[in-house]
Every structure is written in structure tokens, then in C-alpha cells.
């Protein structure tokens, strides 16, 4: 079990351009939570997906930033129009269940907007 | 409101001195809390929840409930101890993660 999978693991876009972000869960695992953290700040909840449903996106921003997770593929966090305070380090973390289990993370994306 | 403090950015101790990462939180319910932990160029990953009330790598933390706080504790640092350490709140909801800022571990030799 390769654990779950980030890619890319690093991205420089431009101001305005869009940005992608994708994440593999654990075999098995239908839960996946995306996590922001910007320099000299702990990690952030945005996103809680399951298959093909949004079940909380509390923590992300009201515009240029979506969430899916399709019944076949990866995750994707995708962030238009970037600014330069998008940059960051992403996370996406996966559990087997609903609640409170463990979490496993990726490697995270690092998105530097320039 | 929900939140996690690590008032300590960085600490710093000597090889087999005692350790104590310390971890305050707010949140009204039962909460369920964690220790994550960053190696150099590895993966964010649990150390351990007060729910198993295990001892990872010779760490224990105990929850207060009185005073809130899920501190961190090893009686002998050890180099390899070396890390990030994230303190973090579940939400018993949807299991989301609330984290506190982190702090630093450096075991010097």
C-alpha cells in the first residue's frame, strides 16, 4: 500500500492562472480531508469529502476554491485565479471511517504563486 | 469556539533530559485528541490519541480535563526525537482535525 499519494508535489503558478491539485487515498479508504498550511502557521481543515459528496467545506474560502472527490479518480482541490496568499502547503489526509480515526496524510503539494 | 494552543514554538534539550510539549485546548463536548509528528523529510503521521492511551516511542500524554490540556511527555530524549510535533482536536462530527501551530523538538547531543 503506497499510502496516499499528492501530486505534484510542488507547483509555481502565475498570478490569475488556475491551479490543481489532485490526491490519491489509501486503498480501501473513501474519506478525504484537505488541510492548509501557510508559512509559520499550523495546518488549517478546508475540505471533508466523501465519494461524490461534499460533507463540510466550513473551512474554505467563499470564492475561487473547489473541492471534488469522483467516483473514479483522485481528490482535486482546485484553486482559480490564484493570488500570491495562496501560497502554501497542502495537505490531503484519508480515513477508512466517518469520524474521529486516524488520518493518514500525503506529502503535501507546495503551490508558490508568483 | 474550537482551538488548539502550543505555546512553545521551539524547544530545545539535551539527550536524555525529560520532555514536555505542551498542548491546551478549547472545545465544548468530548474531545478526542492526538499527537502527530513530522520527521525531517517524512510524512505527517500519528504518534498517538488519548482514546488507546499507549506509549509511542516512550511518549505518553494525558488528558485534563480540568486544565484541558493533552501534554506530551518522555522521561529520556533521544537525538531521533527530533521533529515537528502537532497537537490536534478531533471534531466528533465529520473527524476533521483542528491543529495547534506546532513545536519544534530539538534533541541536541
Known amino acids: 500500500n503506497a499510502g496516499v499519494m499528492q501530486n505534484p508535489r510542488h507547483l509555481v503558478r502565475r498570478r490569475g492562472q488556475e491551479a490543481r491539485l489532485r490526491c490519491s487515498p489509501m486503498?480501501?479508504?473513501?474519506?478525504v480531508y484537505w488541510y492548509r498550511q501557510l508559512p509559520e502557521e499550523g495546518l488549517k481543515f478546508m475540505v471533508y469529502l466523501q465519494k461524490e459528496n461534499i460533507i463540510d467545506e466550513s473551512g474554505m474560502p467563499k470564492e475561487r476554491f473547489s473541492a471534488e472527490f469522483p467516483k473514479e479518480g483522485p481528490s482535486i482541490l482546485r484553486i482559480q485565479q490564484v493570488v500570491r496568499g495562496d501560497s502554501a502547503a497542502y495537505f490531503c489526509a484519508s480515513s477508512s471511517t466517518r469520524g474521529q480515526d486516524e488520518q493518514y496524510f500525503g506529502p503535501g503539494t507546495r503551490l508558490t504563486v508568483t | 469556539a474550537q482551538r488548539v494552543t502550543q505555546p512553545e514554538k521551539l524547544l530545545s534539550v539535551f539527550k536524555g533530559a525529560p520532555v514536555e510539549l505542551k498542548c491546551n485546548y478549547s472545545y465544548s463536548g468530548s474531545p478526542e485528541l492526538f499527537w502527530y509528528v513530522q520527521y525531517s523529510r517524512q510524512r505527517l503521521q500519528l504518534l498517538l490519541r488519548?482514546?488507546s492511551r499507549e506509549s509511542i516511542k516512550g511518549f505518553t500524554a494525558d488528558l485534563n480535563k480540568g486544565e484541558t490540556s493533552f501534554h506530551l511527555k518522555k522521561p529520556f530524549a533521544q537525538e531521533e526525537d527530533s521533529a515537528m510535533y502537532y497537537c490536534a482536536l478531533s471534531s466528533s462530527n465529520t473527524g476533521k482535525l483542528i491543529f495547534g501551530q506546532g513545536t519544534t523538538l530539538q534533541v541536541k547531543p
Open positions: 488519548h482514546i
Open positions: 486503498k480501501g479508504h473513501s474519506h
